[in-house]
């Protein structure tokens, strides 16, 4: 499992020829990765006078994080494990009529499989994305840039992601599922990364230009 591997250890698996960790695990890692520099900077925020007043909803903000953290992690090994059935199908047989209409027939369920994790990443890196965003508004100034850089991995993952959905629904032969899901994603893709991209550029704007 992914939570249970060293940085070293995903690294040198995404490095390997290996089929699996792909582009969908490590924008899964990427999304993680995003909410743990939001709880950071809500774990920063508490406890200080200045930030008495937004302090209960922080509390709340903190524990969603770090569930969804816990969502992406799971859902990198989802990814690994839904790409699996699909790398078999592949590899199918195809020399006869039967054999190339079983292929079809698999390899369309092994699309449809694939597909499932990471627009499930999208959707809980969405979820992350609107927490970011709350976060640039109340969370501790002196540690904003963290939200900036999460906002920055949240709009990565959600591109990245995004990817894996499109390569695998363009091979698909029932095309009004595919070009359903293709909507679908792209709505996540324009709305997550529109939300992370504001913010994003309001903390650097933030901490670019000094107040005059």
């Known amino acids: 499992m992914v939570s249970d591997q060293t940085l070293a250890e995903f690294s040198a698996e995404l490095t390997s020829k290996a089929p699996t960790p792909g582009g969908g695990g490590a924008s899964s890692v990427c999304g993680a990765l995003a909410a743990s520099l939001g709880a950071m900077v809500g774990n920063l925020t508490l406890g200080k006078k200045k930030y008495a007043e937004v302090e209960p909803r922080v509390k709340e903000i903190i524990p969603q994080l770090e569930a969804l953290r816990d969502r992406l992690l799971?859902?990198?090994?989802?990814?690994?494990?839904?790409?699996?059935?699909?790398?078999?199908?592949?590899?199918?047989?195809?020399?006869?009529?039967?054999?190339?209409t079983l292929k079809a027939e698999v390899m369309e369920a092994a699309l449809r499989t694939a597909c499932e994790p990471p627009f499930q990443i999208m959707e809980t890196t969405c979820q992350v994305v609107d927490l970011l965003a709350e976060l640039a508004q109340i969370g501790t100034r002196i540690a904003i840039s963290d939200v900036g850089v999460g906002a920055a991995f949240a709009s990565?993952?959600?591109?990245?992601?995004?990817?894996?959905?499109?390569?695998?629904?363009k091979?698909?032969?029932?095309?009004?599922?595919a070009d359903d899901l293709v909507a679908r994603t792209q709505a996540l893709l324009d709305d997550g990364c529109k939300k992370a991209d504001a913010t994003y550029l309001a903390v650097e704007r933030g901490i670019r230009w000094p107040k005059r």
Request: charged fraction near 25%; charge should be negative.
């Open 74 to 100: 799971e859902l990198s090994d989802a990814d690994a494990a839904a790409f699996e059935p699909l790398s078999r199908a592949y590899g199918l047989p195809k020399a006869t009529p039967e054999e190339q």
């Open 156 to 169: 990565a993952a959600l591109k990245g992601a995004s990817l894996n959905v499109f390569i695998n629904a």
């Open 171 to 177: 091979s698909m032969g029932d095309r009004e599922y």
